[in-house]
Nanobody, 121 residues
Framework: VQLQASGGGLVQAGGSLRLSCANS????????MGWFRQAPGKEREAVAA????????HYADSVKGRFTISRDNAKNTVYLQMNSLKPEDTAVYYC???????????????WGQGTQVTVSS
């Protein structure tokens, strides 16, 4: 599994971004996928997780109703659609592959590089 995240950028509050995380390795569909984020001076936190089949997804309370995680196993890609962005969403976002916990996080085995999301007020 080799993960490559993209889609970050600068957006005004209330705007939208879609992050993508593509796997160029093997065994993508056998792993749950998650998005995490880390703001300056803060610990990395789980944002959303999706099961290997895509049937089940969970979100952190801070993003519930605004963010949507999805995956396309045929394209070896997981997405994070982020709507109604807030300045507090500003962080480096990371994708990860690993074991599904049934909550908004996964047990990560593989990490992608981060992509910066900046939301201006």
């Amino acid at each position: 599994v080799q993960l490559q995240a993209s889609g970050g950028g600068l957006v005004q509050a209330g705007g939208s971004l879609r992050l993508s995380c593509a796997n160029s390795g093997r065994a993508f569909s056998s792993h749950a996928m998650g998005w995490f984020r880390q703001a300056p001076g803060k610990e990395r936190e789980a944002v959303a997780a999706i099961s290997w089949s895509g049937d089940t997804a969970h979100y952190a309370d801070s993003v519930k109703g605004r963010f949507t995680i999805s995956r396309d196993n045929a394209k070896n890609t997981v997405y994070l659609q982020m709507n109604s962005l807030k300045p507090e969403d500003t962080a480096v976002y990371y994708c990860a592959a690993g074991g599904y916990t049934g909550g908004s996080s996964i047990i990560p085995s593989y990490w992608g590089q981060g992509t910066q999301v900046t939301v201006s007020s």
